[in-house]
């Protein structure tokens, strides 16, 4: 069964720096296209990065820049590296997968449509 697994949130300053890990089991996480979303509270979700089974990357404007989306197949992961933390990224981190290779963008954010499988997510607060 397809089980997704996010870690690495926590409490940072502004300015600071994160990263969060997306853990597959049960599947290969290679073999899937695979994409961060975060929801804050009262707000919509926005898919903010993602990486397809091809490779390709993408990044909401939100946080082209200052995230960077890496696989890490060794641990079979998907990792987001967050720098330049702002209040506004505060939200609860998720990731998903999707069987097919897509990593698009709309509307400035990523498409999150056909994504699946989320996990418990992981809490990303950033205040001083």
């Known amino acids: 069964q397809l089980q997704l697994v996010e870690s690495g949130g926590g409490l940072v300053q502004p300015g600071g720096s994160l990263r969060l890990s997306c853990v597959g089991s049960?599947?290969?996480?290679?073999?899937?296209?695979i994409l961060w979303f975060r929801q804050a509270p009262g707000k919509e979700r926005e898919g903010v990065s993602c990486?397809?089974?091809?490779?390709?990357?993408n990044y909401a404007d939100s946080v082209k820049g200052r995230f960077t989306i890496a696989r890490d197949n060794a641990a079979n992961a998907v990792n987001l590296q967050m720098s330049n933390l702002k209040a506004s990224d505060t939200a609860v981190y998720y990731c998903?997968?999707?069987?097919?290779?897509?990593?698009?963008?709309?509307?400035?954010?990523?498409?999150?449509?056909?994504?699946?499988?989320w996990g418990q997510g992981t809490q990303v607060t950033v205040s001083s």
């Open positions: 990486v397809s089974r091809g490779g390709s990357v």
């Open positions: 998903a997968a999707d069987t097919a290779n897509q990593c698009a963008r709309v509307a400035g954010a990523i498409r999150m449509r056909g994504f699946g499988s």
């Open positions: 049960g599947f290969t996480l290679d073999a899937y296209s």
